[in-house]
């Protein structure tokens, strides 16, 4: 019943930005938490950013101060900025839904998941 669609990937040098967005749909997007996380291959999938319904956040140390998550409520869309990009932000990267209200880190809690975009960043 829920549908997260991911753009804005692509292929960017060290030190550059992009933004990635996630369109929801089938759920009261407003009403649930969110979180963005990423996987590179060989390795575990791991948290990026996550964000409460009424937009609180969470970030881990190895995004914290470069990425930012955000939402519109009136678009039903997920947002992240990633600034000062780094080879080893190279990853395919996913939108998550959440059926709760707060921020949430582990992976397991979330409930509805995207086909993912990939992100590759040269040096």
């Known amino acids: 019943q829920v549908q997260l669609v991911e753009s804005g990937g692509g292929l960017v040098q060290a030190g550059g930005s992009l933004r990635l967005s996630c369109a929801a749909s089938?759920?009261?997007?407003?009403?649930?938490?969110m979180g963005w996380f990423r996987q590179a291959p060989g390795k575990e999938r791991e948290l990026v950013a996550t964000?409460?319904?009424?937009?609180?956040?969470y970030y881990p140390d190895s995004t914290k101060g470069r990425f930012t998550i955000a939402r519109d409520n009136a678009k039903n869309t997920l947002y992240l900025q990633m600034n000062s990009l780094k080879p080893e932000d190279t990853a395919v990267y996913y939108c998550?839904?959440?059926?709760?209200?707060?921020?949430?880190?582990?992976?397991?809690?979330?409930?509805?998941w995207g086909q993912g975009t990939q992100v590759t960043v040269s040096s």
């Open positions: 998550a839904m959440r059926l709760g209200r707060l921020w949430d880190m582990r992976l397991s809690d979330y409930d509805y």
């Open positions: 089938g759920r009261a997007f407003s009403t649930y938490a």
């Open positions: 964000i409460s319904s009424a937009g609180n956040t």
